[in-house]
């Protein structure tokens, strides 16, 4: 039997639950690898659970089932939803004017320069 909370309490347990955290936002930070001060951490942080709060009342929102799932604000069926375009491929009339820019080229390629990074586990 699954225990019924008043909404009061859900919207309490979730807010407890959701909050972005001064130590989940700084963890977040360093996987971005970010370079905040504290003023713009502790601002995006409290914009980010303005966020949430915001998606939280929405999902509180009663919606009854006759009520379709919906991905967009607008309803595309097929008799408005025009024809997909043929693709097409064109040959670009400047390209050996742009290879030509190029600081190193292979063959019809750019040579671009190696960007460190580390692995992730």
């Known amino acids: 039997m699954v225990p019924v909370l008043s909404q009061e309490a859900r919207v309490g347990r979730d807010e407890q639950q959701e909050k972005i955290t001064a130590e989940i936002f ?14 713009e951490s502790e601002y995006l942080r409290r914009e980010l659970n303005g966020q949430l709060k915001a998606v939280r009342e929405l999902e509180s929102i009663e919606v009854g089932p006759d009520v379709p799932i ?12 025009p024809a997909l375009r043929m693709d097409e491929s064109h040959p670009c009339p400047e390209a050996d004017a742009i290879l030509a820019q190029a600081p190193e080229v292979d063959g019809r390629y ?6 460190p990074h580390t692995e992730l586990e």
């Open 26 to 39: 700084d963890h977040l930070v360093h996987l971005a690898e970010f370079d905040l001060t504290p003023d």
């Open 70 to 81: 919906t991905s967009h604000g607008v309803p595309y069926t097929r008799e408005s939803t």
């Open 110 to 115: 750019v040579v671009v320069p190696d960007i």
